[in-house]
């Protein structure tokens, strides 16, 4: 799915934080962790203790496999709730790999920004990455291939819908019987740059970093 090992995207998520100035962690808060790329990276730059919040029952099990005793305390929760079920305060926060799209609309993401300035601790990093969904292809260019290998072929189609983009995952999987299609569909959020660093900067955090890696926009902020 990652199209490389779990420990290789460690280390690329481990150096994405270090170039977004995370340095030396020591309280993390991980909202929207999945298998857990940048919970494990957090502990292994230092974090005393990684806070670790996703609503997947299966991916938290997964990052639980990876964690192999570092510090990682998995939350089965919404991370709109993350102030109330992890510690008051936290010197890292951390919403990456395309988590806040998820959320089910703008007014949220304002709400998120809100509470992530509340919870930091004076000068604490906060570091987002997402895909701007803003401007997406037309056309057959919105039928876009994934990911193949001998038995399995990933394509998405995006479908505009206002605020948010419906992307269709089409998943054929090899069998012994012949070609199977799983097909399944979810919205993601439209979230313009320029929407997020304004959400960022109302919420009084200070953006310093600001890339974009191949599609990826990574912002980074202190408090
Ligand atoms: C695209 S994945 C990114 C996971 C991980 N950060 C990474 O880079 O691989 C989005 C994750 O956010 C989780 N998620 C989506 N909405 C959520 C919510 N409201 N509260 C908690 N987790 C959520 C999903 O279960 C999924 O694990």
């Known amino acids: 799915m990652f199209g490389m090992p779990f420990a290789d995207k460690v280390l ?119 895909r701007d969904l803003s401007v997406i292809p037309e056309g057959v260019d919105r039928f876009i291939p994934l990911r193949s290998s001998d038995d399995t072929i990933m394509t998405c189609f995006l479908e505009d819908s206002g605020d948010s983009v419906l992307v269709h995952d089409l998943v054929y999987v090899r069998s012994e019987s012949g070609w199977a299609l799983n097909k399944s569909a979810y919205p993601k959020l439209k979230l313009p740059q320029t929407f997020m660093t304004s959400a960022i900067a109302d919420a009084g955090m200070t953006l310093d970093f600001e890339i974009n890696r191949r599609g990826m926009i990574v912002l980074a902020a202190s408090k």
């Open 12 to 130: 690329e998520q481990k150096a994405l934080l270090q170039e977004a100035g995370v340095s030396a962690p020591h309280i993390a808060v991980d909202l929207g962790c999945g298998s857990g790329f940048q919970s494990v990276a957090l502990a292994d730059l230092g974090a005393r203790q990684v806070h670790a919040v996703d609503t997947s029952r299966a991916l938290l099990s997964e990052l639980q496999t990876h964690a192999q005793g570092r510090p990682i305390t998995a939350h089965e929760a919404d991370l709109m709730d993350f102030d109330r079920i992890g510690p008051t305060h936290a010197d890292t926060i951390v919403c990456m790999g395309d988590t806040v799209t998820h959320l089910a609309r703008r007014d949220d993401v304002v709400t998120l920004m809100t509470k992530i300035a509340a919870a930091l601790s004076p000068g604490g990093r906060f570091v987002l990455s997402y």
